[in-house]
């Protein structure tokens, strides 16, 4: 039968942006292997931004639910309990799920310098146990992005032929769906529906992987069914697991970085100057902005630049050393606000 279940976390809409990051480590703690681990998840905080709320979830597979252990994040002690928030019956041990706030821990002047969270585990005997799954969810406060976001976590476990509903609330009207699911078998196959329109198939590896699709109409409430479907191919262990379910869309302010000219003059034997005039035709200044000079796939020169402002043109000139010949070069523009990261190419033949 269906063992666990999913909780809601969170179900809101933010003047901000959103960042999930996330591991599937496997690590064994414990018994006869080391009873200490420290795991990193990446995590670059965006520049003009407020760091409003951060979850740290952490997934195991334990022999029983006794466990004695500690757990740190960047070196702060963030329970020396072991209380899952769910359980899922597996074949092989229990699967579970704790979740923890620690936006104290990472608003630190300490933590907002770094570009990585750091969870530390200590086991204090017994069995050993799994270090399954890791994720942390950022929530960031900024005028220039609004997000609207669904967050459940939790330790789901389905058997072939075994299926779990859920009803979901979500505050906009289309999304991103993300899932981290974990697969026993490659022969195994499973899929996710959404309010019986849009099926979303699990299947093609074995292990963990992230199941993302689009979702372009939504509402209110929604329905989401998860299904391990029955096959005639026999695999052990026989559990699909779930470990959560995210649903998000951020719209951020018009940022964009048009190439308006584009030229190179000779300045050695062996160096190329490129002249590159942009224009910033957005409504909102990026965080960074950068020029990157490609030949045959290989950076051959970048030049970081202050961003430019609504409306403001900039010339450029950025050295590269290339082959005597002609060449095919990229110009390769990149921009980024808060988390997301957008580039434009131009290509231009060279002679040297």
Do not use: C
Request: without cysteine; hydrophobic residues 35%.
């Amino acid at each position: 039968m269906v063992s666990g279940g999913l909780l809601q976390f969170m179900s809101r809409s933010i003047n901000g942006d959103m960042i999930y990051t996330s591991a599937t480590p496997n690590t064994q703690l414990g018994g006869f292997h080391p009873s200490r681990e420290t795991i990193p998840l990446s995590l670059v905080h965006p520049k003009n931004a407020e760091l409003e709320y951060a979850l740290l979830e952490i997934g195991v597979i334990v022999p029983r639910p006794d466990v004695h252990w500690r757990v740190k994040v960047n070196g702060i002690s963030v329970t020396k309990e072991f209380k899952p928030h769910v359980i899922a019956e597996l074949k092989t041990g229990l699967f579970a799920k704790l979740v923890y706030d620690i936006t104290s821990i990472l608003k630190t002047p300490e933590g907002l310098r770094r570009r990585r969270v750091n969870v530390t585990f200590k086991q204090d005997g017994g069995e050993h146990i799994i270090i399954d799954h890791l994720g942390v969810l950022a929530l960031y406060k900024s005028d220039e992005a609004y997000t609207d976001l669904l967050y459940l976590s939790g330790a789901l476990s389905l058997e072939p032929g075994e299926e779990y509903s859920s009803e979901l609330k979500y505050p906009g009207s289309s999304g991103m769906f993300r899932s981290t699911i974990f697969l026993p078998s490659k022969y195994a196959r499973g899929e996710v529906v959404i309010n019986d329109k849009v099926s979303i198939p699990v299947e093609g590896f074995q292990g963990y992987d992230e199941i993302i699709s689009e979702l372009k109409e939504l509402s209110e409430k929604n329905t989401v069914r998860i299904v391990h479907e029955e096959t005639q191919t026999q695999y052990f262990p026989k559990e699909m697991r779930v470990s959560n379910i995210l649903i998000y869309n951020t719209r951020y302010k018009l940022t964009k970085i048009d190439v308006v000219d584009l030229s190179y003059e000779k300045k050695s034997e062996e160096e190329v100057d490129f002249i590159v005039k942009l224009a910033n035709s957005g409504e909102t200044k990026p965080d960074m902005n950068m020029v990157v000079i490609m030949h045959l796939g290989n950076v051959a020169a970048r030049k970081i630049f202050h961003p430019l402002e609504p409306g403001q043109e900039r010339e450029l000139k950025i050295s590269a050393k290339l082959p005597k010949g002609e060449h095919e070069v990229v110009v390769r523009i990149i921009w980024r606000k808060l988390s997301k990261t957008w580039f434009e190419d131009r290509k231009i033949k060279v002679k040297v």
